[in-house]
Each structure stands twice: as C-alpha cells, then as structure tokens.
C-alpha cells in the first residue's frame, strides 16, 4: 500500500532549464512533507519541506508546491546543474509521530 | 558539520546468521530511526526510538529484528535470524527534538547481502 507515489522514475533536464519533480500521495491527513536528495552510495540528505498551511515555500533554487486539493506537491529546481544529478525523494508525515512514508524516487540527470 | 555514521558499509552474510548493523547518530540527536530500501523499490520505515525504548515500529519489524543503544553513542539494529528477503540497503537516522517537526539527517547506510 503506496502512500506516497512517485509515478516518474526518471528525469532529464538540460543544465540551466527548470526540473520539475512530481509526488502523489493518498493518505489526506498527511501534513508535512519533504524532498530529499540521494547521490549514489549514500544516505538521503534533506533539501526543503512544506507544512500543510503553506502551499508554496522556496529556498534558493529550490520551490515546492503543495496542492491539497489534489494530493500533489511538486519540487521546482530552477535553474537546474548538473550537480542537482540525484535520486529526489518525497515524504511525508501525519501528526501523530515522526514516521516518514517515501515515495520509490526520481532520478535527475540534468545534462551540461 | 557533524554527521550520522554507519558500519560497515557492506555486510555479507550466511542465510541463518545474526548481524549487527552499527550508527553513530549526530550528538545532540534524541530520536533515533532506521529504514531500508531493498534494491529498486521505496525507502521503507522500520523503527523509531526516543529515551531508550521503541517508540513506533513497521510491520516489517518483527521479533526478528531489535534495536538497542548499548551506550551513549551508538545505535544498533540486529537481525537475529538473517533471510535472503533482508537484503537491502538499511539506513540509520536521527533527529534533534524540536517543537513541531524536526528534520531527520541519515546515515551513508549499510549494504547487506544475505546470501
């Protein structure tokens, strides 16, 4: 049972144009949610995050949309480098503890 | 900048055997996780752990698996009876606790092939 989706396991994107990076979830009282950012051989290293009251927060190159309605948030990367080249995980969080469900992941390959 | 460690990087063991998968958590961390992904597939959760008792557990974390923090600064996840099924990549956590959410920092992970 996949709360949390990833539904694009791949991504190429040329260095200086936007990234767009999709997550689907199911679960409705989900109320926060992070990217994480996974280079080869090592942990998941964490990027930006969104509560539920917000539908936009931004930190440098990096804007993530949150649409409640839809049960969708998105990772912008603009613009993008090849440094950005890594797997992207979406996970989420309902109030009641620190469990976080991660989506499968998408891997980013911008190309210089 | 200060880091969450795990030992060793690659573990290989008989079908059967007890292994012990080892995490330094970042010092001034009180919550303690440890998650897997088996090749290709999602990052799964498996355990939390807050003053020295689980605090919440996957199902995946049955009678096989348990978690201890022998002393002040490490934090271990023994499978006792190790299947082919646990090979995976398991990943160490931690997190400061914090009003709201706090953002969890994870290890390198440790490669395990049970074989």
């Known amino acids: 049972d996949q709360q949390v989706k990833q539904n694009s396991p791949s991504l190429s994107v040329q260095e200086g144009r936007i990234s767009i990076l999709n997550c689907d979830y199911t679960?409705?009282?989900?109320?926060?949610f992070l990217w994480y950012k996974k280079y080869p051989a090592e942990g998941p290293t964490f990027l930006i995050s969104?509560?539920?009251?917000?539908d936009k927060n931004e930190d440098g190159r990096f804007t993530v949309f949150l649409n409640k309605s839809a049960k969708h948030l998105s990772l912008h990367i603009v613009p993008s480098q090849p440094g950005d080249s890594a797997v992207y995980f979406c996970?989420?969080?309902?109030?009641?503890?620190?469990?976080?469900?991660f989506g499968t992941g998408t891997s980013l390959t911008v190309i210089p | 900048e200060p880091e969450v460690t795990q030992t060793p990087s690659h573990q290989v063991t008989q079908m059967g055997q007890e292994v012990i998968l080892r995490c330094v958590p970042i010092?001034?961390?009180?919550?303690f996780y440890w998650y897997r992904q088996i090749l290709g597939q999602k990052v799964e959760f498996l355990v939390s752990?807050?003053?020295?008792?689980?605090?919440?557990k996957s199902e995946i974390f049955d009678d096989q698996f348990s978690v201890e923090r022998p002393d002040g600064s490490n934090f271990t996840l023994k499978i006792r009876s190790t299947k082919l099924e646990d090979s995976a990549m398991y990943f160490c956590?931690?997190?400061?606790?914090?009003?709201?959410?706090?953002?969890?920092?994870f290890g390198p992970g440790t490669r395990l092939t049970v074989t």
């Open positions: 010092s001034n961390h009180l919550y």
């Open positions: 679960n409705s009282m989900f109320d926060y």
């Open positions: 752990f807050y003053n020295n008792e689980i605090s919440e």
């Open positions: 996970a989420a969080s309902v109030d009641t503890g620190n469990q976080f469900y």
């Open positions: 956590a931690s997190s400061e606790l914090a009003e709201g959410y706090s953002e969890q920092y």
């Open positions: 969104i509560s539920s009251i917000k």
